[in-house]
């Protein structure tokens, strides 16, 4: 009888630690939605940059058509932005569907209709 009396505060504790669970889900999953809206933003931003930097290197092209060092740099500009269009869009589309898969919750669900994940 005496170790069930010893037990009851450590049950008084793990008890009253289950409301505080919730609420750091909660504030994690809000963390993680502040994160995310910011990886969106930095991803958009160098989307914008390769873009730049791929048009960049057309217009140089196309204003140095007579010197030959000239366009090679100017092609290797517009290389580096199709690469980096390339790559950011790839990655951007893989980590989308880990998410999708891993954080939508459906995880083992049948669906009802076709199209519903």
Known sequence: MKQLYKLYPTLFVLASLV?????????????????????????????????????????????KGSEEKEQKAARGLMLYGIIGLAVMASVWGIVNILIQYFLSGNIGKIPDEPGEF
Not at 37 to 46: H, K, R
């Open 19 to 63: 409301p505080m669970q919730a609420g750091a889900q909660n504030q994690l999953n809000e963390i993680l939605s502040n994160i995310g809206g910011t990886i969106n933003v930095v991803i958009s931003f160098l989307f914008v940059l390769a873009t730049i930097i791929f048009l960049w290197g057309v217009i140089k092209y196309i204003a």
